[in-house]
């Protein structure tokens, strides 16, 4: 069992930055794959990012060069470093872990509860 607690939401204004940070609960962290998510008012989630244990990273295209996903697992934290925000990435953002490194981009098992980021014009 993993619990994922985010935090770092917040108003920003269009082209700020802003940096989200999920800390686990897991006592073997860095087993985890782990990623970002994101649901806008009305739409559904959607993926934004992930890191592989490895180091590896993937984003969507929609935020690829803007945001940066880091972990430190001392720490059992994920990092989510967002640039040149805008009002479209207005949303609540929810980190999520999975031991598979396949169900980490499409249905992970664990869930945050997210925290609401709003990108003022």
């Known amino acids: 069992q993993v619990q994922l607690v985010e935090s770092g939401g917040g108003l920003v204004q269009a082209g700020g930055s802003l940096r989200l940070s999920c800390t686990a609960s897991?006592?073997?962290?860095?087993?985890?794959?782990l990623g970002w998510f994101r649901q806008a008012p009305g739409k559904e989630r959607e993926f934004v990012g992930i890191r592989w244990n490895g180091g590896s990273t993937y984003y969507a295209d929609s935020v690829k060069g803007r945001f940066t996903i880091a972990r430190d697992n001392t720490k059992n934290t994920m990092y989510l470093e967002m640039n040149s925000l805008k009002p479209e990435d207005t949303a609540v953002y929810y980190c999520a872990a999975d031991l598979s490194a396949i169900r980490i981009r499409t249905n992970p098992n664990y869930w945050g509860t997210g925290t609401l980021v709003t990108v003022s014009s």
């Open positions: 897991a006592r073997t962290f860095s087993s985890y794959f």
